[in-house]
């Protein structure tokens, strides 16, 4: 029976390095597999996932008008889907990808970040959270050494900013990976 | 470092009975254990939390009044706070939860339903699944022998009910715990 | 697929109640199950499962002559096997029951401690260390607060044992459960 | 309270990979480690540790012979130790790095195969699945699309070998990983 698998963590865990892993293990084994991330994480250019590590690959791109019931064709030889940056679904889409699992037996895989740097859960990422048959978490390291499984946002100085867009990719502020005491004693 | 828990499952996986286990380990070791489960809930009677094995403890009831805070003073010897029932948690206890676990270094641990019989999650359960530093997920078995991860309502005649009101306890409507393949072809 | 599954834990922290709970459910969706425990644990009597919250259950009980494959016919209409106090499997009778599971496609899921008052594993316990497909830990608590891993052994005057038989069910030695930093430091 | 870490995994799983990813996110945050494998695995030369994505690192080499508690200086700033190959320690050597975690607090962390090509474990492994406070798997793929969990030997002629030495490295021999029911059913 296929599952729904979520992997999430904070920024910087290895989550695409890890989904770039999965996809190498099925393409070796000659299974097929398709790769996904978000149309608006354009930082390695449009429709690339990308390791820290250096590692890169091509991947479609979805967006919240994606129907991926219309993509994923009944009764390919699909092994596997795959979804970079899944925090960026829409609670439609997360449905959409339950049912797609449990009709058509195929397992998909979404990686993404949990909470926003307010710590608010992503829409996309809650769907997951209270559907997703394996749910496990990717460790990062907080700057004290402990896991993180949060993340801060700082303006151009360094400063910690608690308000403002959820999503802002590309702008000149930056984020961090916090622990829980170090997000809340900072 | 403390962390805060969550210990998700559809019905009849055996939530009670770990967080009476629970309690009991901590107590047989002198530790000391506050435990809650929420008011609404009174199947057994208020303030109890029982297992299908036939154990049964007393506990504290929480509604969406409580403030945790004035309750787990700071300072006390407590080892551990149980929290049955935690789907009925609001979203605001729970970031007070877990700013407790990490402003007092206390360990919490909460018991609860993912989703409803609609597929749709409680608020209490999406923000645990957001917070949470250590998330598992017990396992019930669904009629057709896999893993049950959901739960359908059925009406007085077994007639499988698809809409209502999220919440009905001690009604004459009955649930039943399902796999998603279940959920959705049944 | 069926698994082979290990529940491991140090002493206290809830395997039989854990074991009786998965029988429990299984029994409650009218699905039939086996429950085994070890012969020479007499503790509570031979051939009963007991848990420190009070609940008890009769099993069938095995010893180092018992053939599963024989004991276990192709073609029953068994749901799962519960083995209880499994450190005392032999190597050999945990291959039989790992080639049992996928021969047969029935879920084999077996409770025990992983290793002994000195640190040193169980033949058995290593066994289903290494062939198991899930594995996952039953969490017991140190007098220190920590989670415990491991155990050791005091004589009549509480005082710690290093060496002795691996096995001395019933006599007057006391035994408990330790985390790693406790192991080495006391 | 720092913990053993063992992360094992049958062959082409992406254990190597995952190490250079914690070591990674350990040296980006300006926390040190120290990089072991196994002198005896030269497949890319002694002491570099490479992923199949292409990635690659130095790494000091351990044989038999190796005394970490020499290697390891008490006082260090040392955030984490990292061994791949982990099959290769011997059970002291798994004894004296689990004291080595908890008598300096310092996370060890080991990658490694649990079981040889005829589903005997290795000696290292068993043990450190015996002591390892944190235990999980990484999933390789069977060519029948289940997870892998064991591997076979198949000699010049593909034909699978079912005896002989344990250890084999860069003979013409070749691995494969396959799950259990493949293992037992070819």
Do not use: W
């Not at 795959?82 to 699992?101: N, R, S, W, Y």
Request: proline content about 2%; aromatic content about 8%.
């Amino acid at each position: 029976m296929a599952k729904l698998h979520y992997r999430y963590a904070s920024m910087n865990a290895g989550k695409s390095t890890q989904l770039l892993q999965v996809a190498y293990n099925y393409t070796e084994g000659g299974h097929k597999v398709r790769l996904f991330t978000a149309k608006i994480d354009d930082r390695l250019g449009t429709g690339v996932i990308g390791s820290r590590l250096g590692v890169t690959r091509e991947a479609e791109v979805y967006d919240e008008s994606t129907v991926f019931d219309k993509l994923l064709k009944r009764g390919s030889d699909l092994a596997c889907v795959l979804i970079d940056e899944a925090q960026f679904l829409t609670p439609t889409q997360v449905h959409e990808l339950h049912f797609l699992v449990h009709d058509r037996n195929l397992p998909i895989m979404c990686f993404g970040l949990r909470s926003d740097f307010m710590g608010i859960p992503f829409p996309g990422s809650m769907r997951l959270l209270s559907l997703a048959e394996d749910i496990s978490e990717l460790k990062a390291i907080c700057a004290c050494g402990h896991k993180s499984t949060m993340q801060i946002r700082l303006d151009d100085d360094g400063v910690r900013v608690r308000s403002g867009d959820t999503v802002l990719i590309g702008g000149n502020n930056r984020y961090r990976q916090v622990c829980a005491a170090c997000f809340y004693s900072t």
